[in-house]
């Protein structure tokens, strides 16, 4: 789809985004019903994917993150002071 970019207004518009508190045109508002569905249908599908296993090799990395996370902090303890 093709656009006039002619008017330099609107170009600098759409790089720089609407001014705060400015309408947007071409968008309809939500109504808050149709809020609600849409956060309830979110929630539904995240919580699906948050019940899903983690990876061997995710696992794998966040251990190793862990345990050295845990000899620095020893390391740093046992600092002279």
Do not use: F, K, N
């Amino acid at each position: 789809m093709a656009q006039d970019h002619g008017d330099r207004a609107d170009t600098a518009t759409i790089r720089a985004g609407p001014e705060p508190g400015a309408p947007q045109r071409g968008r309809a508002a939500i109504d808050a019903d149709s809020r609600a569905r849409i956060g309830r249908e979110l929630q539904r599908h995240y919580a699906q994917i948050l019940a899903l296993p983690i990876p061997d090799h995710l696992r794998a990395l966040v251990d190793d993150l862990t345990r050295q996370g845990e000899a620095s902090e020893r390391a740093a303890r046992e600092l002279p002071r």
